[in-house]
Nanobody, 119 residues
Framework: VQLQASGGGLVQAGGSLRLSCVAS????????MAWYRQAPGEQRELVAT???????NYAASVKGRFAISRDNAKNTVYLQMNSLRPEDTAVYFC??????????????WGQGTLVTVSS
């Protein structure tokens, strides 16, 4: 399964970034999608979700600052991140919601994209 995230980088606090993720067509069109993140030494956490129909939901820590969207024609999910804070520093991953379970009963993940927010 393809889950190719991009758009990360180094940004100052208060800045913005837009992440993109192209997913395999076989999974994108029939699944809710989500962005997750994993900070150094922390567990992976759910950041934002978007249903097939476009309804969205956000973790409390990013609500009002981040916006998730999807383009079903391009099999792409986006995460617009505004008013970034140092605590948003993490590797960001996209996946289905819940995470895609592969043939061997293991959740499959792409390589993610690193977001670093300097203070």
């Amino acid at each position: 399964v393809q889950l190719q995230a991009s758009g990360g980088g180094l940004v100052q606090a208060g800045g913005s970034l837009r992440l993109s993720c192209v997913a395999s067509g076989s999974i994108f069109g029939i699944n809710d999608m989500a962005w997750y993140r994993q900070a150094p030494g922390e567990q992976r956490e759910l950041v934002a979700t978007v249903t097939i129909g476009g309804s969205t939901n956000y973790a409390a820590s990013v609500k009002g600052r981040f916006a998730i969207s999807r383009d079903n024609a391009k099999n792409t999910v986006y995460l617009q991140m505004n008013s970034l804070r140092p605590e948003d520093t993490a590797v960001y991953f996209c996946n289905t919601n819940p995470p895609y379970l592969g043939d061997f009963g293991v959740h499959e993940w792409g390589q993610g994209t690193l977001v670093t927010v300097s203070s």
